[in-house]
């Protein structure tokens, strides 16, 4: 079994400064990762995901993440933020060993940031 | 990138009647779906993995009498809920399973008077 923790619950910050969204895992077996944002009542966008390869994951909306094995972390980064980032963020993992196109996911409570002029 | 098209995004019901809602992968084909509920202000809870051609595997403590999932073929996915009451009023996502990861739905906003 996976869990995630989302060490944030909100983060507030000004417009055009840096912002990180903290994510940590716990899991038995090796695992995929990744970062989804959900704006008000609607579903969840893929923001980028790590699933082989390099550590250093770049995804859409100028966010990137770094899978960090030895401290079971997958923070969320973004160089400037702009008032339209302000959402929910959801981390989740899926246990590797399911197969690739079988993505149960464990989220985790969500970080909710919000952008301020 | 993969589209999943969930249909209605908002429904309103009588206690007591059924409401079925849509999971459509657009352009790639799922053999796994996969359906969440979402509570206010909270995080993703799943409810059950949904296998084409088999039954739904439901997690523990969804009532799978209630929740009847059903996966017909490759690009879809319906769940129903039946004898709908007041607390099963809620947020339901699916999500589609392709090879480069899991693609969500835009949600149902399930409202029960």
């Known amino acids: 079994a996976q869990s995630v923790t989302q060490l944030d619950s909100q983060v507030p910050v000004f417009e055009e400064a840096p912002v990180e969204l903290r994510c940590n895992y716990s899991?038995?077996?090796?695992?995929?990762l990744f970062w989804y944002v959900q704006y008000p009542n609607q579903g969840l966008q893929l923001l980028l995901k790590y699933l082989s390869g390099s550590t250093l994951v770049k995804g859409i909306n100028g966010f990137e993440a770094e899978f960090n094995k030895s401290q079971t972390s997958f923070h969320l980064r973004k160089p400037s933020v702009h008032i339209s980032d302000t959402a929910e963020y959801f981390c989740?993992?899926?246990?590797?060993?399911?197969?690739?196109?079988?993505?149960?996911?464990?989220f985790g409570k969500g970080t909710l940031l919000t952008v301020n002029p | 990138g993969a589209v999943v098209s969930q249909h209605p995004s908002w429904v309103i019901c009588k206690s007591g009647t059924s409401v079925k809602i849509e999971c459509r992968s657009l352009?790639?084909?799922?053999?796994?779906m996969f359906w969440y509920r979402q509570f206010p202000k909270q995080s993703l809870m799943l409810m059950a993995t949904s296998n084409e051609g088999s039954k739904a595997t439901y997690e523990q403590g969804v009532e799978k009498d209630k929740f009847l999932i059903n996966h017909a073929s490759l690009t879809l996915s319906t769940l129903t809920v039946t004898s709908a009451h007041p607390e099963d009023s809620s947020f339901y996502i699916c999500s589609a399973s392709g090879f480069e990861g899991a693609f969500f739905g835009q949600g149902t906003r399930l409202t029960v008077v």
């Open positions: 899991s038995s077996v090796s695992v995929y």
């Open positions: 352009d790639f084909q799922a053999t796994t």
């Open positions: 989740a993992v899926s246990d590797q060993r399911r197969g690739g196109s079988n993505y149960k996911l464990t």
